[in-house]
């Protein structure tokens, strides 16, 4: 038997009564007739405005209420990245970690300087979705004018403890080609833990050269890349 299609039109009202309607083609004297519902039609802009869907409908109206924004939601962990680089110069002290490291070279900067406290009060402010430390601690502010890092490290610390959260584990890396950091790693290593009131296990400390490799390389500035993971408390 040859297939068979029907068409309807696509927006349509329903009656009550019903009519026979042939199928087609109608080859077959001993075809036979199917019901259907009688149909009314019609216009087409008033049809389609009379049937507009409901949700289409429901949208509209929850786009035209201006829903309360919720408050984001707190995380068990969050997690930060600090980068921090300066420029050294001859005749500057060299301070890394709140330790004064013996060099002929310093860094150059609006506070003491400290790559390693900078990179890693950056890292805090940065899991916690804060700005950051040039914004909070912005070097056109007078006070902070040779500034003692330990001051940006204390504030990070605290707003940390404020918002719920403390340090799970800590893992920074130094690049600097000269001095070698191995006779100060534990210093820096247990003033930084002091500063973030952490237990030395969770906080690791890394020294890399820049195998004399641009201006890291050519002991023109040194830099540090630090990642913190935080907790909820």
Known sequence: MASTTLFFPSQVTQAASTRRVLLLPSTNPNASYVS??????GSLRSTRQELRPRAALQV????????????PPSLPYRIGH???LHRLEPGLPLIIGGIDIPHDRGCEAHSDGDVLLHCVVDAILGALGLPDIGQIFPDSDPKWKGANSS??????????????YELGNLDATLILQRPKLSPHKEAIRANLCSLLQADPSVVNLKAKTHEKVDSLGENRSIAAHTVVLLMRK
């Open 82 to 84: 600090g980068f921090d």
């Open 36 to 41: 259907f519902p009688k149909l009314r039609y």
């Open 151 to 164: 001051v940006f490290m204390r504030e990070a610390v605290r707003l940390m403890h404020e918002a719920g």
């Open 60 to 71: 509209e109206r929850q786009d035209s209420v201006k829903q309360p924004s919720s408050p």
